[in-house]
């Protein structure tokens, strides 16, 4: 099995506004990542994640503490971009190019802390939660969009399951929206890799997605 990757120690144990760089780049955990469930031979491959075989991700650690709505927010996944000038725009993707020697296709940042202290289950959880998020655009027919070089288009995904609990108590599952029935069948099937509680918010769902 591969080593699961730990943030560095420097990002521990602080507020985040007393560290003096409280993001940093995590190329290792971009290398577990990949060969722990995107690769053709990763050990706990997971295919909806095929796509991402040829996207560039760029992997951070940060100390600095994240909440939305009175929940932690632990990971975020998302397409690199900011909202400003000229000059805000180029200083952050100047910053983001120095980081990882390209602009990425997605950027996904964790909590050092809560890395830390999760057990492998929940780090695994919230690591492919993000991952989800990355996802292969599609056309207004439903098919994968691709890029005139061949290339996956890609874009940010949101929740496979958006029902209220009163409707399928009422009607039952099959009654629900979308993928609904999928959703309860695999909690009734229970976890394939492991039980695991992500005990923190996901900052790409608190975006709206």
């Not at 120690?9 to 003096?20: S, V, W």
């Not at 909440?67 to 975020?76: D, Y």
Request: charged share 20%; aromatic share 10%.
């Amino acid at each position: 099995m591969l080593t699961r990757p730990r943030p560095p120690g420097r990002l521990l144990g602080g507020d985040g506004a007393t560290t003096a760089r409280p993001f940093e780049p995590a190329p290792d955990l971009r290398d577990w990542a990949y060969a722990s469930f995107i690769s053709e031979d990763a050990l706990l491959l997971n295919e909806e994640h095929a796509h991402l075989r040829e996207a560039q991700i760029g992997f951070m650690w940060t100390a600095v503490p994240n909440a939305r709505g009175g929940n932690s927010v632990v990971g975020q996944a998302e397409i690199p971009s900011i909202q400003g000038g000229k000059w805000a725009r180029g200083r952050f993707f100047q910053q983001v190019e120095e980081w990882f020697g390209l602009i990425p296709d997605f950027l996904i940042t964790f909590d050092a802390g809560f890395a830390d202290e999760a057990d492998d289950a929940t780090f695994c959880a919230i690591v492919e939660h993000e991952l989800y998020h990355c996802a292969q655009a599609r056309t207004p027919w439903g098919d994968l969009k691709f890029r005139k070089d061949g290339s996956p288009a890609f874009t940010m995904r949101g929740h496979d399951v958006e029902e209220f609990v009163g409707i399928v108590q009422r009607y039952g599952a099959g009654a629900a929206a979308g993928r609904t029935s999928a959703f309860v069948a695999a909690a009734v099937a229970g976890p394939t890799i492991a039980a695991a509680e992500i005990a923190g918010c996901c900052g790409t769902c608190g975006r709206g997605l």
